[in-house]
Nanobody, 115 residues
Framework: QVEVVESGGGLAQPGASLRLSCAAS????????MTWFRQAPGTQRELVAS???????NYADSVKGRFTISRLGAKNLIYLQMDSLKPEDTGIYYC?????????WGQGAQVTVSS
C-alpha cells in the first residue's frame, strides 16, 4: 500500500513565500509522475505543477515564474517552492504520485494567502 503525505503550507501575506513537501512511502513500482494540484473553495481541482521520472516539468500558466517543483534526487520526495504568492493561490494543495497500476493522493495541505 502506498501512502502520500504533504507538509508545509499555512498562512502567508501576498508577496511572501511558502514551501510544500510531499513524501510517498510503501511499495511504489514503476513510478511515472509526481504532481501538485490545488483546489480553491467552489472550484475544481487544477494542476499546478508536475515532474516525471525523466525530470520533465510542467507548470500551470498561472504559476509560471513564481512556483518551482523539484524532486530530491531519486527519492519519493518532492517540493513545491511558492514565491510571490497571491491571494488567488489560496486553496488546498494536493500531491499525487502516479505509478504503474495506479496513483495515490495525499490528504492535502491548506495554503492561505491574505493580508
Amino acid at each position: 500500500q502506498v501512502e502520500v503525505v504533504e507538509s508545509g503550507g499555512g498562512l502567508a501575506q501576498p508577496g511572501a513565500s511558502l514551501r510544500l513537501s510531499c513524501a510517498a512511502s510503501g511499495n511504489i513500482f514503476g513510478l511515472r509522475e509526481m504532481t501538485w494540484f490545488r483546489q480553491a473553495p467552489g472550484t475544481q481541482r487544477e494542476l499546478v505543477a508536475s515532474i516525471d521520472t525523466h525530470g520533465r516539468i510542467n507548470y500551470a500558466d498561472s504559476v509560471k515564474g513564481r512556483f518551482t517543483i523539484s524532486r530530491l534526487g531519486a527519492k519519493n520526495l518532492i517540493y513545491l517552492q511558492m514565491d510571490s504568492l497571491k491571494p488567488e493561490d489560496t486553496g488546498i494543495y494536493y500531491c499525487n504520485f502516479k505509478y504503474m497500476g495506479g496513483d495515490t493522493w495525499g490528504q492535502g495541505a491548506q495554503v492561505t494567502v491574505s493580508s
